[in-house]
């Protein structure tokens, strides 16, 4: 079965560039969140998405945004990026109606040098 | 490619019950072990997590898991649950290539 795919799996940046990472859930879908975990830390819920609309923030920098296209696969895009940005970066799916579970990909380690 | 499964999809438990979730995993090497809870319209957090040492980790609200390293297994416990424990919980692995592998979660409802 399709899983929840994120791209790419390891990106490494300076401080000061921008990155994008990618997210593509399992298909019919509806709904995308990001999350951000520190080394040793707790998962910081950044933003979801829900039919291409942003349906909660969360702790996302203004330095970062983020969209759900057409196909509701979702980018989370980085700027100015801060050496405090290295993170794993995941993002999970879910179908709204029916309180479907949540599907996670395996995420995206970033690393800023 | 590692794996998670979490055995029990729903588990339903009257309140003051004990609670025994599992949690099993494929890969070989070393490995970090999460267990996350996410709350009825609330965002994912960390219950806790094994790095190394002891074993049996203990997390936030009464909640312990032990690790097994023979059995893979990284099994979520609680004596006593409550009904504000209703909620789904998720098992994750980070491998060595530092991936976050989720199990399929497990879906809990505590009756009053």
């Known amino acids: 079965a399709a899983g929840v795919i994120q791209s790419p799996r390891h990106l490494i940046k300076e401080k000061r560039e921008t990155a994008t990472l990618k997210c593509y859930p399992i298909?019919?879908?509806?709904?995308v969140y990001w999350y951000q975990q520190g080394p040793g830390q707790d998962p910081q819920f950044l933003i979801s998405?829900?039919?291409?609309?942003?349906?909660d923030k969360g702790s996302i920098p203004d330095r970062f945004s983020a969209q759900q296209f057409s196909d509701y696969h979702s980018e989370l895009n980085m700027s100015s990026l801060e050496l405090g940005d290295s993170a794993l970066y995941f993002c999970?799916?879910?179908?709204?109606?029916?309180?479907?579970?949540?599907?996670f990909g395996n995420g995206t380690r970033l690393t800023v040098t | 490619a590692q794996s998670v499964s979490q055995h029990n999809h729903h588990v339903i438990l009257s309140e003051a019950a004990s609670l025994e979730l599992g949690c099993n995993y494929s890969?070989?090497?070393?490995?970090?072990l999460f267990w996350y809870v996410q709350y009825p319209g609330q965002h994912l957090q960390l219950l806790l997590k094994?790095?190394?040492?002891?074993?049996l980790v203990k997390g936030i609200k009464g909640f312990e898991a032990e690790f097994i390293k023979s059995k893979f297994s990284f099994n979520l416990r609680k004596p006593s649950v409550q009904w504000s424990d209703t909620a789904e919980y998720f098992c994750?692995?980070?491998?060595?290539?530092?991936?976050?592998?989720f199990g399929g979660g497990t879906r809990l409802m505590v009756k009053p």
């Open positions: 999970a799916s879910s179908l709204r109606q029916g309180r479907s579970p949540l599907h």
């Open positions: 298909p019919r879908h509806d709904t």
């Open positions: 998405f829900y039919e291409k609309m942003q349906s």
């Open positions: 890969y070989g090497g070393t490995v970090n």
């Open positions: 094994y790095f190394s040492g002891d074993p």
């Open positions: 994750a692995v980070n491998d060595a290539g530092n991936m976050l592998t």
